[in-house]
């Protein structure tokens, strides 16, 4: 339990993420301010973040903002991949310049990227001594968006990044928009199905926020990803069987190329072995480790607040 009202700063705390994240805040006695572009209650936009600063009492800074990439409804454009870009990078950099101006520094800077910095392959696996690469649009952007994150080292504050696979949780993601076609019995592996699918519960990644923040050895690159690994198959199938519905409607990937442009599609049709090396290292304790239990808890017809 923190002391009288310290403070965390989560810019994007109204996403899918953030709203976990923040929630569980509140619950163990933290204020929470968020940076978002829409005005409301204990948020702030980013203008005010850079003219007037950190909040008072700001303990830990949580980067958590980003454009859904996956967004059915918008085409993969040069001006979308622009917003991906930019939403993600100069986000981060406007914490990582408010935390270098502030005369009262927060202890833990905590910024989320992707395993999607780490080249595709069915035979590699990572973990969080592993290098990253440059190879395509995301990896590139996961490279950018950790470098701006990257505070100069005599300030003195704890770093944290967590590169996240893909998060389970009824109120958003990936669940969010396979629910239905899996409840009507139409869902299914994604292409070939047989490419690696790191994730994690909702429940998991908040807590994992939370346990950067609250243990003061936690520092570095962290996996937000669960320990079981597993294929999209593998995952379809439990999903499928949470549902009680069959999980066999393959969804091709030439189709899933068309829907979504071959460079985002690859999210989807390719996949990475991650390990939570260094996480597990630390004692995290998942309360969801394996895909079984998450899809469980996922399953739910009404999504609950
Ligand atoms: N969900 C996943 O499976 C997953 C996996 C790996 C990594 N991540 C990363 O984790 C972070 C949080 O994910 P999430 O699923 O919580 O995301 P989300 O719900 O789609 O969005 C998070 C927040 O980002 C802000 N945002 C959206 N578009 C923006 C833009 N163009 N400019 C500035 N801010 C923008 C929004 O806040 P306001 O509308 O309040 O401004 C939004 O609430 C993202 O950076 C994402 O890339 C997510």
Not at 75 to 84: A, D, E, M, Y
Not at 115 to 142: M, R, W
Not at 255 to 264: G, H, T
């Amino acid at each position: 339990m923190p002391s009288i009202m310290e403070s965390v700063l989560v810019g994007g705390g109204t996403g899918f993420v953030g709203t976990a994240f923040s929630q569980l805040l509140r619950s163990k006695g933290y204020g929470v301010t968020t940076v978002s572009r829409m005005p409301g209650p204990q948020r702030m936009s980013w203008t005010e973040l850079a003219e007037s600063g950190l909040p008072v009492n700001t303990v830990a800074v949580v980067s958590l903002a980003g454009q859904n990439v996956l967004d059915p409804t918008r085409r993969w454009t040069p001006g979308f991949k622009q917003n991906v870009w930019a939403s993600r990078v100069n986000t981060t950099q406007s914490l990582a310049n408010a935390i270098i101006k502030a005369p009262f520094k927060p202890k833990v800077f905590i910024s989320i990227s992707g395993v999607g910095i780490y080249q595709p392959s069915q035979t590699a696996e990572y973990n969080e001594d592993s290098h990253g690469g440059s190879f395509d649009f995301l990896s590139k952007l996961c490279q950018e968006w950790e470098s701006v994150a990257k505070l100069p080292a005599d300030l003195g504050i704890r770093q944290v990044t967590v590169r996240s696979g893909v998060i389970l949780g009824r109120n958003g993601g990936m669940v969010k928009q396979l629910f239905l076609p899996f409840y009507f019995g139409l869902g299914g592996p994604v292409g070939r199905g047989d490419q690696y699918m790191p994730w994690i519960h909702i429940h998991d990644m908040a807590n994992l926020l939370l346990f950067a923040i609250e243990n003061n050895n936690v520092q570095g690159v962290l996996h937000g990803v669960a320990p079981q690994i597993v294929t999209n198959k593998q995952f379809a199938k439990a999903f499928g069987r949470a549902l009680w519905r069959p999980a066999l409607i393959r969804l091709p990937e030439f189709v899933i190329n068309i829907a979504f442009s071959e460079e985002r599609a690859k999210i989807m049709t390719e996949g990475q072995k991650v390990i939570p090396k260094r996480t597990l290292a630390y004692g995290f304790q998942y309360k969801y480790p394996d895909i079984d239990s998450a899809c469980r808890q996922v399953a739910k017809l009404i999504p609950s607040k």
